[in-house]
């Protein structure tokens, strides 16, 4: 088999039917009696133009048309910030406690739509569904196209006016989409058409039946979800010059492989797609993704990502730690932490990582000089306070919560962590600005109040710097465990792969997740017969219900690939 370059848009066939193109191919499959539509989706999201397009359509059909706008029965403004609030966060500018509830609890009043004599009502917006209704439609986009428009001035969070705003993308990633996600995944087993509203004028759907059937079948079978790359003010250019994604943006600074709550998943082929959360997948099917015993505990959160820090030519990341378990549950609502681990794709004994407190470290001096900086912009030398590592390509590091740590410039991490993700709690940011020439903000009270002091001088290199362990071998192959701790749910694999025959393999009833770190991909067969390859760098699902499944190396070099799994 020959290899192949990295495949930023994987997709997989639908099964059971077509991809429905366009508003009047979706006006057509309504039935000519009296309706009831249901139009659920974002709250990020262009309403009015939906509106429009949709009414067209119908009116081409000469079908009456009647709308509900779902937004006009939320709660007043004021009030959702009351139930949604989080009093110990209310004037952290950059963080809240997940929001808790139902989508429900917002709205003052559900009333009956009115059902007209000879056409269509049309009930539009979030929780549409919660609306009597007799066919229900989900317009969705994927989650980066809400954080640009909120970060564009242009996008509402969840019941706000237009006289509400600013919206903010701390509401966003707290509130709203927690309320939201939670609401749509009720809604998975009975959704009628699901529209892929990236181009709103020409959107692309999946009827309900294909959608089910698809993810179904995606659910038993390897798959990789499809990546996107983000631009930072500490961006790099790796991505750029090795996989040839995002060429012409400013830089490639955070590659997200695999992130469940924004992952998704292309269903269709190159012509046509319809991207579909990969979040909706596991919700519709848990046991098979986590394998019963991740989802027991667990519930629908897939517990561990993959993604990319790419400094090649950028600067380095920010001095930081992520929030212990007992406060990320106590003040920001995550059942488990932020965990995480530094695979070194590129890097160099020159390159540094930022890794856990120097043993001589004065943290009252330390906290002091971080304030100084944040406040009157001193910078000062945050060695005296972190230790550093050389960069190694290959070498693993382990960071569990509250350890400093950051990647220095030049290197290009794979980040195999838990899933929380929007949780690093800044000590130090050398005194950058953002695009709008802003000093990025640290996080200094979150910051040294997860501070881990055990996280210190040697134990650093014992416990974190870990050398690897054989755990198997077979014929031209074998496995070894980069890292692993007691306090962390997931541990750090990698598989060499040196000669041509198969390295076999067990999900065991818990999932798997791979990716190759080196050489040219491999072909994964599962036991019941399905078959993806895998190239450099890209990153694949194994769900927990594949079974036995063997890894056959592309090409005439050693190939190594990095797993992870809940332990």
């Not at 004037?91 to 989508?103: K, M, V, Y």
């Not at 491999?522 to 194994?542: F, M, Q, S």
Request: glycine share 8%; proline share 7%.
């Amino acid at each position: 088999m020959q290899p192949r370059p990295y495949e930023p848009n994987p997709h997989y066939p639908a099964l059971g039917g077509d991809i429905v193109a366009g508003w009047h191919a979706l006006a057509a499959t309504l039935p000519d009696e009296p309706t009831v539509l249901a139009v659920e989706g974002p709250a990020a999201f262009d309403w009015q133009a939906l509106v429009e397009l949709l009414t067209s359509a119908l009116a081409a059909r000469g079908l009456a048309v009647s709308v509900t706008d779902v937004r006009t029965h939320l709660a007043p403004w004021a009030s959702i910030l009351e139930r949604t609030g989080s009093p110990a966060l209310a004037d952290d500018p950059d963080f809240d406690r997940l929001a808790e509830g139902s989508l429900a609890d917002l709205f003052n009043d559900i009333p009956a739509p009115d059902r007209t004599a000879d056409g269509v009502h049309v009930v539009i917006g979030p929780g549409a569904a919660l609306f009597p209704h007799d066919i229900l439609w989900y317009a969705d986009a994927p989650k980066r196209y809400a954080e640009a428009s909120i970060a564009a001035g242009t996008g509402l969070n969840l019941g706000q006016g237009t006289s509400d705003r600013p919206a903010t993308t701390k509401r966003l990633f707290y509130i709203d989409w927690p309320l939201l996600d939670r609401h749509r995944d009720t809604l998975a087993g009975r959704i009628d058409h699901w529209i892929d509203c990236q181009h709103l004028t020409t959107p692309a759907a999946l009827p309900g039946a294909v959608l089910r059937h698809t993810l179904s079948d995606l659910a038993i079978r390897p798959f990789r979800t499809r990546p996107t790359f983000n631009t930072t003010s500490w961006g790099g250019h790796w991505a750029q010059r090795e996989l040839g994604i995002n060429e012409d943006a400013p830089n490639t600074a955070l590659g997200y492989e695999l992130i469940a709550p924004e992952s998704g998943v292309l269903i269709g082929n190159a012509d046509a797609a319809v991207e579909v959360p990969f979040q909706l997948l596991v919700a519709l099917h848990p046991q098979e993704i986590l394998g019963a015993g991740v989802h027991q505990v667990f519930g629908t959160s897939f517990p561990v990502r993959f993604d990319y820090l790419d400094t090649v030519g950028g600067g380095s990341l920010s001095v930081h730690c992520h929030p212990r378990s007992d406060y990320m549950r106590d003040v920001f609502g995550w059942p488990y932490t932020q965990h995480e681990t530094y695979y070194m794709m590129v890097g160099g004994q020159q390159n540094k990582v930022y890794l856990g407190l120097r043993g001589d470290a004065d943290l009252e001096a330390f906290q002091r000089e971080a304030h100084e900086a944040h406040h009157h912009e001193t910078p000062f030398d945050i060695e005296s306070y972190v230790q550093t590592f050389p960069a190694e390509p290959h070498q693993l590091f382990v960071i569990p919560a509250g350890t400093p740590h950051g990647s220095g410039e030049g290197n290009v991490v794979l980040e195999v962590s838990a899933t929380p993700y929007l949780y690093s709690l800044r000590f130090y940011d050398w005194l950058r600005r953002d695009a709008e020439g802003r000093q990025r903000p640290v996080h200094l009270g979150h910051a040294f109040d997860n501070l881990a002091p055990d996280r210190i001088g040697n134990t650093v290199r014992n416990e974190l710097v870990q050398s690897p362990r054989r755990l198997r071998k077979g014929d031209g192959w074998y496995e070894e465990v980069l890292g692993a701790l007691p306090e962390m749910f997931f541990e750090v694999r990698r598989v060499a792969l040196e000669g041509d025959c198969p390295a076999t393999d067990d999900t065991n009833g818990r999932f798997h997740i791979l990716n190759v770190v080196e050489g040219e991909g491999v072909d994964i067969t599962t036991e019941n017969g399905h078959r993806h390859t895998l190239a450099y760098a890209e990153t694949l699902v194994i769900p927990a219900a594949v079974g036995a499944y063997t890894v056959t190396k592309i090409g005439n070099t050693t190939v190594r690939l990095v797993k992870s799994l809940v332990r």
